[in-house]
């Protein structure tokens, strides 16, 4: 049983920074990809970001809407995988979701990820 466990939410100030971590309770695959995702109140659940493997190949895709803010990075030696979020809008505001795609190199889409985090609370205040 997959288990991802993120935290790192909060309250900020526009402007301000956070970063986000979600860490796994096993290794990756040799192809998977992670990612994270966000929902906003009566909103459906958009992409943020992705980090992709494949066979040592790595790939990163950010939404417009964050690009150039925000970074995705992973730790492998701690199975942890982290956003950190810069020049934050309250836009931004939103439950974020860390998500896996294991055995396969998941997009934009959240249907092809197989396991979800709990979610932790991102708010911007203007």
């Known amino acids: 049983q997959v288990q991802l466990v993120e935290s790192g939410g909060g309250e900020v100030q526009a402007g301000g920074s956070l970063s986000l971590s979600c860490t796994s309770s096993v290794r990756a695959n040799v192809v998977y990809s992670m990612a994270w995702f966000r929902q906003a109140p009566g909103k459906e659940r958009d992409f943020v970001a992705r980090l992709g493997t494949s066979y040592g190949t790595t790939s990163i895709d950010y939404a417009d809407s964050v690009k150039g803010r925000f970074t995705i990075s992973r730790d492998n030696a701690k199975n942890t995988l982290y956003l950190q979020m810069n020049g934050l809008k309250p836009a931004d505001t939103a439950v974020y979701y860390c998500?896996?795609?294991?055995?396969?190199?998941?997009?934009?889409?959240?249907?092809?990820?197989?396991?979800w985090g709990q979610g932790t609370q991102v708010t911007v205040s203007s």
């Open positions: 998500a896996l795609a294991s055995g396969n190199l998941g997009q934009r889409d959240r249907l092809e990820y197989n396991y």
